[in-house]
């Protein structure tokens, strides 16, 4: 291994500048400035990269593919110098340069390829795995246009395409020599061979090429680089001559408009399903060329003999949007190696595993038969034998209730084509992502496969990786914990338990509450630049941020706001303490109720804000385009945690990790993660309210929940209520917010009212809430408190999921370098 040479680095980016925009470093802007040296860092990482790829071969490792639709990887440079062995080094550097460090990061466009929770998950997952010496793939798309941006105008949100390639991404390498063709449409033709077996033949299709592009996932500290890979589409015939020739220039670009269309966007959507059949082809495009190169690759060292490949390979999906996986690994292992059936289904069974992330009926995949077998014939032919031999299976254990279960289980039935269930069935592993989630796969929504295989279930729940939630988004928070307790943590988040000894520690909760408000100024700073708005850092900082969606009830929570909104004009001489309302939420864009509630949060913030009679007491801010790189500057700076989502749908959460080991304290529903946080914090140390799951699935099964009998007998929410009908906040329209007033009201023949129990729960919350802001005054308690939800965070480490995913389902071996 190579020294990290100072002046050859300095060198290399002063080179840049030149090579890049033929001008000297000091005549670059910021964003030019980031591409010099991003270029310089990566030349830091090549060799890495290389030397990974060839231990691992040579050690012939296990390496797991980690398959999804979404990345949501935030920025690179900022986490690629922390992780490498000279970050000190590449610092100083820069400095030496004239350069600033953090503008330089500003200037990188936020890697968007994800759209919440599911997307930042698989990014957390490849810097543990690199971490911790595992070798891994990360295996999607290169979406043109990644997750929309948000822009807030006059209180509504707009949609702007994000064109995150435009100055091109300095980390990533074209590997032209590594395409594969990808195939749709078309139909199989039979033949049968000499030996008498069977050979589909696909015919009539269309190609598309699949090009890889690589950028390199940096271990912290262990000169270990794993590998996202994403997939760019491309017409195998660009550019039909003929047909151009003959005047007809729509059909020559045809094809190549089909294969761009591909990859041209990210669908917005976050735990809830479309249908739509680019989705379908987006699925396949990218599964069947990752599947492709993992066997052939495997193939290539092993004298092309793949018979073993479950030994040396695992496909994770990553929720149901990889499962085609499932299928196309049959395809791959018959028709392009000529195994037989059951030699291919052992290998499948034994190479992918299913990762569940949502109960929600919404976002369960199904598609119609008619569409999935025009548009993948081979792929449908297989799916059908796999649910052929499946209902045998049901009908020789359940004689007796044969089609009672296969109406439950099969994966085609009643005209569609049930993703969940290829996944389950076509893997050896499920699980869960949180214990008291994976309890309600196994009781309630995948009962009847739990009973049948109970051996592939398991629970893991998810983590974040502290090295760019902690280390990176709150470098004062990690030199104060390693100057407390030495820097371990940062490769085993359970060292943080040693902080606990602080929590009553006078000196130590001084330090601790300062770089609290550091980080509050820090974000301060933020929104008086984004939103214009002033903040006091010596209110609460009460810290909303995720997707906006109805079952996570952004609308409960500033429902809560327009209560104490209405308190204090009541009594204006009550003692209040000041009490800052931070939202941040990105809405998928053809959800009217969740876009609608954007909309309510900014004018409720309009005439809060507005209003010279509540002075500082509350403000609400509503921070425009939540994505990964303002997630590290709003969650440092946060006081409370609001995690309240309806108990049973949030199958994880993950801003309730992130948020606690930066010392929030949780305002939350025994939902999800939640229930493990508390049992790590103590429940005296969280705010828990509402209903449990139980009682929830209960009250949806019993249809005896009635909404307007809270809206009849409680005033104070009746008034609050009455305010989104009668132009309170909105009266050049009052009508305006009439829909959400209804979906907590009315039932229609779609929805029941109020299908998220906030009004159920509001008072509860409204309790809690009052308990928080009267624990927060007691500075000394909240210190000690905001201390220990730091020193109890160490389960959350993605690092403790990505061993446990390691040891159960994936059996890896870590790398060693011998050299
Ligand atoms: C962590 C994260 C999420 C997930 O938040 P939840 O509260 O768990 O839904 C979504 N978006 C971004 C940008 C994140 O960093």
């Known amino acids: 291994m190579q020294k990290f040479d100072k002046a050859l680095f300095k060198k290399e980016v002063e080179n840049n500048a030149r090579k890049l925009f033929r001008r000297e470093l000091t005549e670059l802007n910021e964003k030019e400035a980031f591409h010099a040296v991003a270029a310089a860092v990566q030349n830091q990482i090549i060799d890495d990269w290389i030397r990974t790829t060839k231990a691992a071969e040579e050690e012939d490792c296990k390496r797991v593919y980690y398959l999804s639709m979404e990345f949501l990887m935030g920025r690179a440079l900022g986490n690629n110098i922390l992780n490498l062995t000279s970050q000190e080094e590449i610092r100083d550097v820069i400095n030496e340069l004239g350069l600033n460090l953090s503008a330089l990061e500003e200037a990188e466009p936020d890697w968007a390829l994800g759209n919440g929770g599911l997307g930042r998950l698989a990014a957390c997952f490849l810097d543990s795995l690199a971490t911790l010496g595992y070798w891994a793939c990360g295996c999607g798309i290169r979406y043109k246009y990644g997750f929309f941006k948000q822009q807030i105008v006059d209180g509504y949100q707009k949609e702007v395409a994000d064109d995150w390639l435009k100055d091109g991404n300095p980390f990533e390498i074209r590997r032209a020599e590594l395409a594969k063709e990808v195939r749709f449409g078309g139909w199989v033709e039979t033949v049968q061979e000499e030996d008498g077996r069977l050979h589909f033949v696909h015919k009539g299709y269309q190609a598309v090429e699949a090009i890889p592009y690589d950028t390199p996932v940096v271990g912290y500290n262990n000169?270990?680089?794993?590998?996202?890979?994403?997939?760019?589409?491309?017409?195998?015939?660009?550019?039909?001559?003929?047909?151009?020739?003959?005047?007809?220039?729509?059909?020559?670009?045809?094809?190549?408009?089909?294969?761009?269309?591909?990859?041209?966007?990210?669908?917005?959507?976050?735990?809830?399903?479309?249908?739509?059949?680019?989705?379908?082809?987006?699925?396949?495009?990218?599964?069947?060329?990752?599947?492709?190169?993992?066997?052939?690759?495997?193939?290539?060292?092993?004298?092309?003999?793949?018979?073993?490949?479950?030994?040396?390979?695992?496909?994770?999906?990553?929720?149901?949007?990889?499962?085609?996986?499932?299928?196309?690994?049959?395809?791959?292992?018959?028709?392009?190696?000529?195994?037989?059936?059951?030699?291919?289904?052992?290998?499948?069974?034994k190479t992918c595993a299913y990762t569940n992330h949502t109960i929600m009926a919404e976002a369960l995949e199904k598609w119609p038969i008619e569409l999935f077998s025009k548009l993948l014939p081979r792929i449908y032919q297989i799916v059908e034998e796999i649910n052929r031999r499946f209902c045998e299976t049901v009908r020789a254990k359940y004689p007796e209730q044969a089609e009672e279960k296969i109406a439950k289980m099969a994966i085609i039935y009643d005209g569609q084509v049930k993703m969940a269930h290829l996944a389950i069935i076509g893997g050896h592993a499920v699980n869960g992502v949180a214990a008291l989630h994976t309890e309600i796969l196994k009781k309630q929504e995948l009962r009847d496969f739990y009973e049948m295989y109970p051996e592939k279930f398991s629970n893991k729940t998810n983590g974040i990786t502290q090295r760019r939630w902690v280390y990176h988004a709150n470098p004062e928070l990690a030199k104060w914990?390693?100057?407390?307790?030495?820097?371990?943590?940062?490769?085993?988040?359970?060292?943080?338990?040693?902080?606990?000894?602080?929590?009553?520690?006078?000196?130590?909760?001084?330090?601790?509450?300062?770089?609290?408000?550091?980080?509050?100024?820090?974000?301060?700073?933020?929104?008086?630049?984004?939103?214009?708005?002033?903040?006091?850092?010596?209110?609460?900082?009460?810290?909303?941020?995720?997707?906006?969606?109805?079952?996570?009830?952004?609308?409960?929570?500033?429902?809560?706001?327009?209560?104490?909104?209405?308190?204090?004009?009541?009594?204006p001489e009550m003692e209040f303490y000041p009490h800052t309302f931070i939202f941040g939420a990105k809405a998928a864009a053809g959800y009217k109720t969740a876009k609608l509630t954007i909309k309510l949060i900014n004018n409720v913030a309009e005439v809060i804000n507005n209003d010279p009679t509540i002075q500082d007491k509350i403000k609400v801010v509503f921070i425009e385009d939540y994505k990964v790189s303002s997630?590290?500057?709003?969650?440092?700076?946060?006081?409370?945690?609001?995690?309240?989502?309806?108990?049973?749908?949030?199958?994880?959460?993950?801003?309730?990790?992130?948020?606690?080991?930066?010392?929030?304290?949780?305002?939350?529903?025994?939902?999800?993660?939640?229930?493990?946080?508390?049992?790590?914090?103590?429940?005296?140390?969280?705010?828990?309210?509402?209903?449990?799951?139980?009682?929830?699935?209960?009250?949806?099964?019993?249809?005896?929940?009635?909404?307007?009998?809270?809206f009849n007998n409680d005033q104070e929410i009746r008034r609050v209520l009455m305010q989104l009908v009668n132009g309170f906040y909105s009266p050049e329209d009052p009508e305006l917010f009439r829909p959400l007033y209804d979906s907590l009201l009315n039932t229609n023949e779609s929805d029941r009212a109020d299908r998220y129990f906030i009004l159920k729960d509001l008072r509860a919350y409204m309790k809690a809430q009052e308990e928080a802001v009267k624990k927060f005054q007691d500075e000394e308690w909240w210190a000690r408190a905001a201390i220990l939800n730091t020193a109890h965070a160490g389960k959350f480490s993605s690092d403790r999921t990505i061993e446990e995913y390691a040891k159960d389902i994936w059996g890896l071996d870590k790398i060693v370098f011998k050299d």
Not at 497 to 511: H, P
Request: charged share 25%.
């Open 223 to 349: 000169h270990v680089v794993d590998t996202l890979r994403v997939w760019d589409a491309k017409a195998t015939d660009t550019f039909r001559l003929d047909e151009f020739d003959k005047g007809n220039y729509q059909k020559a670009v045809e094809s190549a408009n089909m294969a761009r269309n591909i990859v041209e966007v990210l669908y917005p959507n976050d735990n809830h399903y479309a249908g739509k059949e680019l989705r379908l082809r987006q699925q396949y495009f990218f599964i069947s060329a990752s599947v492709q190169t993992a066997v052939a690759d495997y193939a290539k060292r092993h004298n092309g003999d793949v018979r073993k490949l479950y030994e040396k390979v695992a496909f994770q999906l990553n929720d149901t949007h990889p499962t085609v996986a499932v299928a196309e690994l049959m395809r791959v292992l018959m028709d392009d190696y000529h195994l037989t059936w059951d030699e291919s289904w052992e290998i499948t069974l």
């Open 481 to 571: 914990i390693t100057a407390h307790i030495g820097d371990q943590w940062l490769t085993d988040l359970s060292k943080l338990e040693k902080l606990a000894v602080y929590a009553d520690d006078k000196q130590a909760q001084a330090e601790f509450m300062a770089i609290k408000r550091h980080n509050k100024e820090r974000l301060a700073k933020y929104v008086l630049k984004h939103n214009g708005i002033k903040l006091n850092v010596d209110s609460i900082f009460d810290v909303m941020v995720k997707r906006l969606h109805e079952y996570k009830r952004q609308l409960m929570n500033i429902l809560h706001v327009m209560y104490l909104y209405n308190q204090i004009k009541d009594h």
């Open 631 to 710: 997630a590290e500057v709003i969650i440092p700076a946060a006081d409370f945690s609001e995690q309240i989502s309806t108990a049973s749908k949030e199958a994880s959460g993950t801003s309730n990790m992130k948020l606690m080991v930066n010392g929030a304290l949780t305002m939350g529903t025994m939902d999800g993660a939640n229930v493990e946080i508390v049992q790590e914090v103590g429940a005296e140390n969280a705010f828990i309210f509402g209903m449990s799951s139980d009682e929830v699935i209960a009250l949806e099964h019993n249809n005896e929940y009635r909404p307007m009998d809270i």
